[in-house]
């Protein structure tokens, strides 16, 4: 194990995308192996000493980031320890990276379905957000492809959970039998929004074990390894980047595609077109909104998918003959670049402004989609604040970026948020639909949940972490604890 104090050294790890300031610890330590692991959790707890688990450092919610204690980082915990071909799974440690996995599936014609967007991020990382990515839209979250998982907990004790193993009650208490005594954990009783969601602990009524630690954003344990589901690499991909020009004609588009069968269904505004002409000033001037979108198909169906793709982009006004189309890896990776370059652009105004983002991550039932988006327009419009809209569309699920320059502004669009979730939490939707709470985000958790909720939630934590040092003031603020 390698123990890190020099500041110059560890600051990268107060640090992720949510531009959260201030974070820092006493040391952070990377262990090789479980008994390491158990050792630190077990000296942390008697010490009372705070514990943050990192994995890439790609979190958008300052869910990695310290403030006291001690970090434990799991990059040397990398190894892919099984690939079972015929079965379609693997079991990993947590600190593989998603790019690495990826490679490695790839030389078997195998794939992550989930494929969460950021490839820098680790594979606990993923598992402890729940997270998704464009992909999302034809297979779902993470949440989806966890099949088993191991996980040690700050009292010493080592679970190890295969889906299907326990099925838990809400509003009940659930006996966990660990190797010498059974511990009561009381299952929260609210009720999750029936949409994509990444807020608070996940509980359902029948809900497996397993579902308990994904989304727990290093709250309740560590992962020590997973097993996942694979499945096969799409025989052929074709991407394309539609440009439309009129915000309506996308959406409208969209309403239609989300009939055909696509992988992904992605959009950007017309300020996040603005924005990537910066850097591609190819785009066409007229281009008021984009939908991105893929699509898998078999070789010999070919000319018939791109057919029925096309007819329906004319029908909507689609840009066509400015539009980009992409159908060998070398020119998806060119429109995959393109894609990240929006986040990119995002993260260097943040920079320069000094100043960080506030990015939502709501989402909301489909049939109310236009009702929210119609709201986003007419606050933001009134705010004056600089915004880019872009994300998920497929699954009504965007991301607003307002970009303030000033302390000013950034206090406004924090009361603009607070806006856009009420509104949300009253149309059935969710605070977060992929990237966790984390520090960022209590107080619109308790403007979904409210607070006796929040409080369900610290006692669950307390059941599996009784000295309460994981991650704290992650989903709720520690305070709860109390
Ligand atoms: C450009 C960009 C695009 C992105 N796009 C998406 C997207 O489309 N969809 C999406 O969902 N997210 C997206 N994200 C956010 C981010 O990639 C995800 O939240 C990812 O899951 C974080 O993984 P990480 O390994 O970087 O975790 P970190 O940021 O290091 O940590 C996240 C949380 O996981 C916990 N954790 C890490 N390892 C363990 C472990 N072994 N045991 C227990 N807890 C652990 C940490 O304590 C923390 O609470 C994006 C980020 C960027 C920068």
Not at 33 to 43: F, S, T, V
Not at 102 to 130: C, H, M, R, V, W
Not at 335 to 357: C, F, G, Q, Y
């Amino acid at each position: 194990m390698i123990i890190k104090r020099d500041i110059d050294i560890i600051k990268g790890y107060f640090e992720d995308y949510s531009g959260l300031l201030g974070g820092y610890a006493e040391r952070v330590i990377v262990p090789e192996d479980e008994k390491e692991i158990r050792g630190i959790l077990l000296e942390a707890a008697a010490k009372n000493t705070p514990v943050t688990i990192s994995g890439g450092g790609t979190g958008v919610t300052g869910a990695r980031i310290p403030f006291g204690g001690w970090v434990i980082a799991t990059e040397n915990l990398n190894k892919i320890i099984d690939i079972d071909e015929k079965n379609l799974t693997a079991t990993l440690q947590p600190g593989v990276r998603l790019s690495d996995l990826d490679t490695q599936l790839s030389k078997k014609g195998l794939t992550y379905l989930p494929d969460p967007t950021e490839p820098n991020a680790f594979l606990g990382g993923t598992i402890s957000t729940n997270a998704s990515g464009a992909k999302g839209f034809k297979y779902g979250p993470t949440r989806n492809y966890i099949k088993r998982l191991r996980m040690l907990l700050s009292t010493g004790d080592i679970i190890d959970i295969k889906r299907g193993d326990y099925s838990l009650k809400k509003g009940k208490l659930f006996p966990l039998k660990l190797k010498d005594r059974e511990i009561k954990i009381k299952i929260p009783d609210y009720t999750m929004p029936g949409i994509k969601t990444a807020a608070g602990y996940y509980v359902k009524d029948g809900m497996d074990l397993v579902d308990l630690f994904i989304g727990h954003e290093g709250t309740l344990g560590f992962i020590l390894e997973a097993e996942i589901a694979l499945g096969k690499r799409p025989e052929e991909i074709m991407s394309f980047f539609s440009f439309f020009a009129s915000e309506n004609d996308a959406i409208n588009f969209v309403d239609d595609a989300k009939k055909f069968n696509a992988m992904s269904l992605e959009y950007m505004d017309s300020h996040s077109l603005s924005l990537l002409r910066v850097k591609y000033p190819n785009i066409p001037l007229s281009a008021k909104g984009l939908i991105y979108f893929e699509q898998d198909y078999k070789k010999e169906s070919e000319s018939e998918v791109i057919d029925s793709w096309t007819k329906l982009l004319e029908k909507h006004n689609a840009l066509l003959e400015d539009s980009y189309f992409a159908d060998s890896d070398k020119e998806r990776v060119k429109l995959k670049e393109l894609r990240h370059a929006l986040p990119d652009s995002v993260n260097e105004i943040v920079k320069k402004n000094k100043m960080p983002k506030v990015g939502t991550d709501i989402a909301v039932p489909d049939n109310k989609f236009k009702e929210m988006l119609d709201f986003y327009h007419d606050k933001l419009k009134s705010s004056n604040i600089y915004y880019v809209i872009f994300g998920h569309i497929g699954e009504s699920h965007m991301h607003v970026n307002m970009l303030p320059k000033t302390e000013e502004e950034f206090k406004k669009s924090r009361l603009v948020y607070a806006e856009f979730v009420k509104k949300a939490v009253s149309l059935g939707g969710t605070v977060s639909a992929e990237h966790g709470i984390g520090k960022l985000k209590h107080l619109f958790l308790e403007i979904m949940y409210g607070k006796d909720n929040l409080k369900q939630m610290a006692l669950l934590k307390k059941s599996l972490d009784p000295s309460c040092i994981l991650g704290l003031d992650n989903i709720f603020p520690k305070e709860l604890l109390k």
